[in-house]
């Protein structure tokens, strides 16, 4: 079985989007990347936070704009919510609950890995016990607002442990494993 996986591009100084929830700022930095497209080659489904699936999308007013990973990658996504749309979303299922959301993803991912998208979501799997792995895009910007990484006020500390560190064409990847 795959891993449950939370990957994001970040600024150097920690926001995966601006202000707002602006996403535009990525745009500079999307394109070819081998180390991205091996990412994604190894994806078999997403579990997508609310807030991620209806929010800025850095592909915006473009063909791209909707698709996972700019249209580079096609499957079963799982979005939690607790307010699901009144009309379908293809290729999508509607969750209200991380349990399910989860156990959904992982059975459709099959061998592959669940590619987490969102801070929360992200959040939530960490505290649940859920998250195998980290894999974060540190992009050459510094943003100074907007949505962190991780948000865990009152947390308590989580080792993680470093895998793998690989140059893309326009980031650095840092693949971390969760150690509890």
Same mark, same amino acid.
């Given at each position: 079985?795959?891993?449950?996986?939370?990957?994001?591009?970040?600024?150097?100084?920690?926001?995966?989007?601006?202000?707002?929830?602006?996403?535009? #700022?990525? %745009?500079?930095?999307?394109?070819?990347?081998?180390?991205?497209?091996?990412?994604?080659?190894?994806?078999?489904?997403?579990?997508?936070?609310?807030?991620?699936?209806?929010?800025?999308?850095?592909?915006?007013?473009?063909?791209? $704009?909707?698709?996972?990973?700019?249209?580079?990658? $096609?499957?079963?996504?799982?979005?939690? %919510?607790?307010?699901?749309?009144? %009309?379908? *979303?293809?290729?999508?299922?509607?969750? %209200?609950?991380?349990?399910?959301?989860?156990?959904?993803?992982?059975?459709?991912?099959?061998?592959?890995?669940?590619?987490?998208?969102?801070?929360?979501?992200?959040?939530?799997?960490?505290?649940?016990?859920?998250?195998?792995?980290?894999?974060?895009?540190?992009?050459?910007?510094?943003?100074?607002?907007?949505?962190?990484?991780?948000?865990?006020?009152?947390?308590?500390?989580?080792?993680?442990?470093?895998?793998? *560190?690989?140059?893309?064409?326009?980031?650095?990847?840092? #693949?971390?494993?969760?150690?509890?």
């Amino acid at each position: 079985m795959g891993k449950l996986v939370y990957s994001a591009s970040m600024s150097l100084d920690g926001f995966i989007a601006g202000a707002g929830g602006d996403a535009s #700022w990525m %745009t500079e930095y999307l394109g070819p990347d081998p180390v991205v497209d091996d990412v994604i080659s190894q994806v078999g489904a997403l579990l997508v936070g609310n807030r991620t699936f209806r929010g800025d999308d850095p592909h915006r007013d473009t063909p791209r $704009e909707g698709k996972p990973f700019g249209g580079g990658w $096609e499957g079963p996504q799982f979005v939690v %919510t607790h307010h699901p749309p009144g %009309t379908p *979303v293809p290729g999508v299922t509607f969750v %209200t609950d991380l349990a399910s959301g989860v156990a959904a993803a992982k059975a459709a991912a099959g061998d592959k890995n669940v590619n987490v998208l969102g801070a929360s979501i992200a959040r939530q799997c960490l505290d649940a016990g859920l998250l195998d792995e980290i894999l974060v895009f540190i992009t050459p910007v510094l943003l100074g607002d907007g949505t962190r990484l991780f948000e865990r006020p009152g947390g308590g500390k989580i080792r993680l442990q470093r895998l793998r *560190v690989a140059e893309g064409a326009r980031m650095t990847a840092l #693949w971390l494993r969760v150690a509890g």
